[in-house]
């Protein structure tokens, strides 16, 4: 027998939107104790027990936010709950749930789903996050991806943008860099590819900021990390979108400046060469 290189796949209109979210979903477990009510039902229901709860969101847009050129939907569904749970933990909160919105057009067949699905159950296993509702529809063109991530803290643990004070120190969680010259490589090579589709892409040496790019991580661990140092940071925010824009809005919402000094921020070693 011959393996089938070219196997059969699956219309959505196969499973209808129901059957599809239901096929979708039917893995993934609650692991929190404040998942009441989850995925099946009108609304889920979440107890805080007397925490605060923090909520944030955000969409991506094929051909705004990635390209499936080069992005895995495997790894964009990781990508997606990282990127929004990465806010909560900004706000020195404990993300806690997700819920995920899809529109996506007909060239999408049930298996691209379940790769993307695939990456968001690794993402909430890894986080420990209960996916609790969402919604799939159609689109016009493209993939469209909504989420929102709920996380508690205690009223005491709760850090914005508004608390810096003069004489604070500014310090950033890990190396910055790496995750735009990780996208300027796969731009790079994806320009190549469609230009002679015969050409290998040049990756080697590239795996830490690649990775950065497809599958980044949510600095959870940092909660952690400052009450064990007994540290209460005065603001805090998350820098996916620059250090520059980002310190702009700490100066703005606490209303104090800045001096950073070039030579100590932590740059990754590859976007100095």
Do not use: W
């Given at each position: ?272 060469l």
């Amino acid at each position: 027998m011959t393996e089938d290189k070219n196997p059969q796949l699956t219309p959505v209109s196969e499973y209808g939107e129901f059957g599809l979210i239901k096929h979708l979903t039917e893995h993934f477990a609650p692991l929190n104790e404040s998942s009441e009510t989850g995925v099946g039902d009108d609304c889920a229901i979440i107890d805080p027990k007397g925490k605060k709860v923090v909520l944030s969101t955000d969409t991506l847009a094929e051909g705004v936010h990635f390209n499936l050129g080069y992005v895995p939907l495997k790894h964009l569904g990781y990508k997606a709950v990282v990127v929004n749970l990465s806010d909560i933990a900004a706000m020195n909160a404990q993300p806690t749930q997700i819920l995920v919105s899809i529109a996506a057009s007909n060239r999408f067949p049930v298996e691209a789903f379940e790769e993307l699905y695939a990456g968001i159950a690794l993402a909430c296993k890894h986080y420990n996050v209960d996916l609790v509702g969402g919604d799939t529809t159609s689109s016009q063109a493209g993939l469209v991806m909504t989420l929102t991530a709920v996380g508690l803290a205690e009223t005491q643990e709760i850090t914005t943008r508004r608390g810096a004070k003069p004489n604070d120190l500014l310090v950033v969680t890990g190396d910055l860099g790496g995750a735009y010259l990780g996208l300027q490589i796969l731009e790079r090579e994806h320009s190549v590819y469609l230009a002679n589709p015969n050409m290998q892409p040049e990756m080697e040496g590239y795996d830490y900021i690649l990775q950065r790019q497809l599958k980044p991580e949510a600095r959870t661990d940092v909660r952690e990390t400052l009450k064990q140092l007994e540290v209460q940071p005065t603001s805090m925010i998350d820098i996916s979108d620059g250090l520059s824009s980002e310190t702009l809005h700490l100066s703005d919402q606490s209303e104090v400046g800045f001096h950073i000094y070039e030579e100590k921020i932590p740059l990754d070693p590859l976007t100095m060469l």
